[in-house]
């Protein structure tokens, strides 16, 4: 036996074999970002440092790495790296109308998580998956919509989407690895006056099959707080900042007491700009009351990725220009949506041993003009762009289609 070890050690050094802390220690690193600010707002982490990247992990944060330990060496002097952005609404299923393809905005703008706010329906989960999640670099998610847009005209809208529960609650268990939960419009200019059974049978539906519950608000009837009563700690509110009747302020610009309880139980509230849903001067008056939101979306798609909405760089820059941090920015559009989608250990993180989802972000000075959904434009002295997307470890680019 002594004899075999000795062989077996010098058949290794003959073969040019390491021992592994040794083997370790010398492996280059896939990608090296050098001297970039690292922020990671889910640990209060902000410090000049280099990060490395090996086998789709973050492998190590340093003061200092040499250069020559990287194969793809990349300079983030003056730049600040970020965990990969998460847009918590956007409507990426482009095989239907509003859809975008994630990926090409997603190499421009460091948003390596996307999550598909109700696009399709529970008919429609097989199609997500196989042409919009598995192909995609970035990763994706989605929220079920509640029902089928195939209803017989002839049919009692309230008893159609009753027999919409159990199929749609079934499909959105079956599909937990990529399915979120449930989304519902709510507002009278989307479903009539049935606005508020429906929403009755979205929540009988989340408690039934244990899911969160997606809402977009925009105009009353139901009232903002016949909304709150329904929603429960988990749910999330989305178009918070809107101009609509159905929104968080009352007529004197006071965030309404009912808004307030559903965020003292738990109840988050997200952005979600879109083409008619977020407004300045709405969301400087919540601002100045200390109601943030707890998560920065875009609620991008056909009408509005080329203006007003564009993409998360913008939609942050447009809350910086209001007077939040860039560490308040950074957590709701990392950390903060990275617990709602919670699929992903370490997601929203910028750690050792996390997943190397990383943004390279710069704040460019200017003169800048910045275009709510209302189509009031505010000049900004400073605007965040993107200057490097990775996703599971790999630079993301776009694909010409």
């Known amino acids: ?27 280059l690193y896939d990608i090296l970002i050098k001297g970039g600010e690292v922020i990671d707002p889910s640990r209060g982490f902000r410090q000049v440092a280099d990060v490395a990247v090996l086998d789709g992990k973050v492998a190590a944060i340093e003061p200092e790495i040499p250069a020559q330990r990287g194969i793809d060496t990349v300079s983030a002097r003056g730049l600040f790296v970020t965990p ?73 809208p309230v008893k159609y989407v009753e027999r919409m529960l159990d199929p749609t609650g079934r499909a959105a268990v079956a599909n937990r690895d990529i399915i979120l939960g449930v989304k519902l419009q709510i507002g009278s200019n989307m479903n009539g006056r049935y606005s508020h059974d429906f929403l009755k049978i979205a929540r009988r539906l989340c408690d039934k099959y244990q899911l969160p519950l997606l809402a977009h608000i925009s105009f009353a009837p139901p009232s903002t707080d016949q909304v709150m009563e329904l929603m429960r700690p988990g749910d999330t509110v989305t178009h918070c900042y809107n101009t609509h009747t159905l929104g968080i302020l009352d007529a004197n610009g006071k965030i309404k007491p009912s ?17 008619g849903s977020f407004n300045f001067d709405i969301a400087r008056k919540a601002l100045d009351q200390g109601f943030l939101p707890d998560s920065i979306s875009t609620d991008v798609y056909t009408q509005n990725v080329n203006g007003p909405v564009y993409d998360m760089p913008t939609m942050m820059s447009k809350m910086l220009l209001l007077g939040m941090t860039i560490e308040d920015v950074l957590k709701r559009s990392t950390a903060n949506p990275a617990r ?6 370490g997601l929203g993180t910028l750690t050792v041993g996390g997943p190397a989802d990383i943004a390279v972000l710069e704040i460019v000075k200017g003169q800048f003009q910045l275009v709510d959904a209302q189509r009031n434009i505010r000049t900004a002295a400073e605007k965040l762009i993107s200057r490097l997307t990775i996703c599971r470890g790999k630079r993301l680019v776009a694909v010409p289609g």
């Open 1 to 27: 036996m002594m004899t075999r070890r000795v062989m077996l050690g010098a058949l290794g050094a003959a073969g040019g074999f390491s021992p592994p802390a040794r083997a370790q220690r010398t492996r």
């Open 84 to 156: 990969g952005l998460i847009d918590l609404h956007t409507h990426i299923h482009h095989g239907l109308s509003i859809g975008i393809e994630a990926d090409p905005v997603a190499a421009r703008s460091g948003t390596t998580t996307w999550v598909d706010a109700g696009t399709f329906a529970h008919t429609e989960i097989r199609g997500f998956r196989r042409f919009i999640v598995e192909p995609a670099q970035a990763r994706i998610y989605g929220f079920v919509y509640l029902y089928p847009n195939n209803r017989n005209p002839d049919e009692d």
């Open 259 to 275: 808004v307030l309880d559903a965020r003292s139980r738990g109840v988050l509230f997200d952005i979600g700009h879109g083409s």
């Open 340 to 345: 709602v989608v919670n699929r992903v250990d």
